[in-house]
């Protein structure tokens, strides 16, 4: 896992589109993530694609999850929040935006039938996550399996709590979410996880530093051969080895970069 500590959420954005951009070519399998993290990501992608300089023509996207029973057109939707947030802002075609299928009356063959639409796209070249302060990625909460495949989940009461501030209530948040398991995200190739705030430190030190635990979804990247974590201080701030994690970027030999093993 490789740990990359920048001072502010602007250069956390900065850096990640460095590492998504790397991917980006046609053919090319993006994993996506909703949730406020990787808005600020987005934006700087936006930006360069306006500014010409990054084109997702010929890429297919694929997002983590999505909340059971909210139509896709409802404004919490995450089929209408990457739309808003992201993919209606760049050049890629919005029948190669996917998710899965929360309208479907029968979750089990909509999770299984989004497992075959990752299968069939050849996999996830990078996947971008964000952690919620359980340490859940996706929403395979606390106690999820470590070899998990698409399904529905019923969210912990703290993510309900945390989520609650995108609708009118707590009582408005959809208790049951489809989400790709920890298994399947762990297919994707490249895993990149970004983590900014006070509010995320406990997770970034149980993910990165903690035992490899179901207790802790997140700590699957420990498992990946090829996970990046990208942080700001406030995110780091209760990380015991940061001496090390920044004496590695130091020492980073030029040849290697960040998009490739
Ligand atoms: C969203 C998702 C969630 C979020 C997590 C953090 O697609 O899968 O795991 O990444 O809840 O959310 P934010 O970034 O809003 O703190």
Not at 54 to 67: I, K, P, T, V
Not at 187 to 199: R, S
Not at 201 to 210: S, T, Y
Request: proline share 5%.
């Amino acid at each position: 896992m490789e740990i990359l500590i920048r001072d502010t959420p602007e250069s956390v954005a900065r850096t990640a589109a460095d590492v998504f951009a790397a991917h980006v070519r046609p053919g090319a399998v993006l994993g996506l993530a909703t949730g406020s993290t990787p808005v600020a990501t987005y934006k700087e992608l936006i930006f360069r694609v306006e500014a010409g300089n990054l084109s997702f023509r010929g890429c297919q996207a694929f997002l983590l999850d999505e909340y059971v029973g909210l139509p896709k057109e409802h404004e919490q939707s995450y089929h209408s929040t990457i739309r808003r947030e992201f993919t209606s802002h760049i050049d890629i075609d919005d029948a190669d935006v996917h998710g899965p299928d929360g309208t479907n009356p029968d979750p089990h063959a909509a999770a299984l039938d989004y497992e075959k639409q990752l299968k069939n796209s050849g996999g996830v070249d990078i996947q971008i996550l964000g952690v919620g302060t359980n340490g859940h990625i996706g929403f395979n909460e606390p106690s999820s399996s470590l070899n998990s495949h698409t399904r529905l989940k019923t969210l912990h009461p703290q993510t309900v709590a945390d989520n609650a501030r995108f609708f009118d209530s707590e009582e408005d948040v959809p208790r049951h979410v489809l989400t790709q398991g920890l298994g399947t995200i762990s297919q994707a190739k490249h895993l990149m996880l970004l983590a900014t705030g006070e509010g995320k430190a406990d997770a970034v030190q149980a993910l990165a530093e903690g035992p490899l635990s179901a207790f802790c979804p997140a700590s699957v990247l420990q498992w990946h051969e090829h996970a990046t974590v990208i942080c700001d201080e406030a995110a780091a701030s209760k990380l015991a080895n940061t001496d090390y994690y920044r004496f590695a970027e130091t020492h980073k030999p030029e040849w290697q970069g960040f998009g490739g093993l």
